[in-house]
């Protein structure tokens, strides 16, 4: 069964499985104990350190190993926002960081600081004079992640670290995405990533502290980690994680090539293929092996399990598949279709077979989910007689309100109005995003006895 989910969590890699099991019976005493058995963990942990921050680019000391790549993002941002509380307390991250960096950024809030969110454009990507215009005199930490978890767009690091260094303002990168397949720009003071990510076991992150940063570690002390993550460190999974990002760093140059390859033939083939599809991200500065499209008119729950069933495991950030039932937040800063989402990522190794056959199951599929949902299958009718109409979805969720509109824009005038009633939350995003796709004009919201009004002016 083809994995197509590596962004989630990427299939273990050989050499992590051989470390693991071998730290297993090498590193299970405690390395900070002086007999030998003690001593054999601490060299097995120094090791792996050492190797880790050759691939991160940092000295072995500025990194400590965590639970989780949630835990360094949670800790860095509290240890550095601690250390520079007299400079200020605000903090700048952009509007499609990962939930762990705005779950923090919502507890600095909670606690009295304040934040500024960085917009991007509709390909993912931050303008590095936007970014530089949100930094302030009192910015205590600015966060960029290095690529996007969603729709794989590269953010352009290095401009927005001399920026940040011109201000003199610390950047944590979260490098979770991408550590595996380079190391990051220069400019960073701060660094996360998380090992499931590149093959590694899960349940180990990492945090690089550049020296010089002011960092003062929050919670109860401990004697572990430089004090940055306190409790005992899960060696062999640590010694499995390090090993592993090695090994795939050694061969990410020439798997990229192969997958950004494979990568490029969806995004074309599905373009041609699905109709009233949008290939979401940026075409060249992206990661290689990730790509994102949402389908007009598709309930992106059934899309994935339709696709399930025909053994593809793909992912989603649409808003059909979240546990909230709200829009993806980085589809909706970007301003894209968020219904019938499909986040693509292969792992090392996935065959091109696959990929083909992913190609030739996917476009039936969609047409299937679409049938059930009496999407429009046609263009709209020719322009009738109706001045305006209202289009009741309240109690439906997406794509209904966005089917419902496609269904009926055609019955009014050219230059009439359409309104849309809806409580789906993704509605909001939806219908200004299929208005960009299909040539029409959204107008705006406005309130309603429940709900929102949505209004459409059709053009063509």
């Not at 299909?438 to 059709?458: L, T």
Request: hydrophobic share 45%; aromatic share 4%; glycine share 10%.
């Amino acid at each position: 069964m083809p994995y197509f989910d590596a962004a989630s969590a990427a299939p273990l890699h050989p050499v992590a499985r051989q470390a693991l099991l071998a730290a297993l019976d090498e590193g299970w005493a405690d390395p900070a104990r002086l007999y030998r058995e003690g001593r054999r963990a601490r060299l097995l942990l120094d090791a792996a350190r050492e190797a880790a921050a050759e691939a991160v680019g940092c000295r072995p000391d500025e990194l400590v190993f965590t639970s989780s790549g949630t835990t360094a993002v949670h800790a860095g941002i509290a240890g550095a926002l601690s250390g520079r509380r007299r400079v200020g307390r605000h903090l700048a991250h952009s509007a499609v960081e990962h939930s762990s960096v705005l779950h923090s950024a919502a507890a600095h809030e909670a606690a009295g600081g304040s934040c500024t969110e960085v917009p991007v454009d509709r390909s993912g990507a931050v303008d590095p004079a936007a970014y530089a215009a949100a930094l302030r005199a009192d910015t205590a930490l600015a966060c960029l992640q290095s690529a996007n978890h969603e729709v794989g767009t590269e953010q352009p690091v290095a401009e927005v670290a001399a920026h940040c260094t011109e201000a003199g303002v610390p950047l944590l990168v979260d490098a979770a995405q991408s550590l595996g397949w380079g190391p990051v720009p220069a400019g960073w003071s701060l660094l996360t990533a998380s090992a499931h990510k590149w093959g590694g076991p899960a349940g180990v992150g990492l945090l690089a502290v550049r020296k010089g940063t002011r960092f003062s570690p929050q919670g109860p002390a401990g004697e572990r980690e430089s004090g940055r993550a306190p409790g005992f460190e899960n060696l062999p999974a640590i010694v499995a994680a390090a090993a592993s990002l090695r090994a795939v760093r050694d061969g990410a140059a020439a798997e990229a090539v192969r997958l950004r390859a494979l990568v490029d033939r969806i995004r074309s083939v599905v373009a041609e293929r699905v109709p009233d599809v949008e290939v979401v991200g940026d075409p060249v500065r992206r990661l290689p092996h990730l790509v994102t499209f949402s389908c007009l008119y598709v309930d992106g729950e059934t899309l994935l399990h339709e696709l399930d069933r025909r053994e593809f495991s793909v992912s989603s950030g649409s808003s059909c598949t979240s546990s909230t039932l709200t829009p993806s937040h980085v589809l909706k800063a970007m301003g894209v279709l968020s219904e019938g989402n499909v986040r693509v990522s292969l792992p090392p190794g996935t065959a091109g077979a696959d990929v083909d056959r992913f190609l030739e199951v996917l476009p039936g599929v969609v047409a299937e989910v679409r049938e059930r949902l009496g999407a429009p299958v046609s263009a709209p009718p020719s322009p009738g007689p109706a001045a305006s109409l209202v289009v009741d979805a309240l109690g439906r969720r997406c794509p209904i309100p966005v089917i419902e509109l496609a269904k009926v824009i055609g019955e009014v005038a050219v230059g009439a109005m359409v309104t849309v009633l809806a409580d789906d939350e993704a509605a909001r995003l939806d219908i200004p995003a299929w208005c960009e796709m299909r040539g029409q004009e959204y107008v705006g919201e406005e309130p309603a006895d429940r709900g929102s009004a949505y209004v459409v002016r059709r053009l063509s």
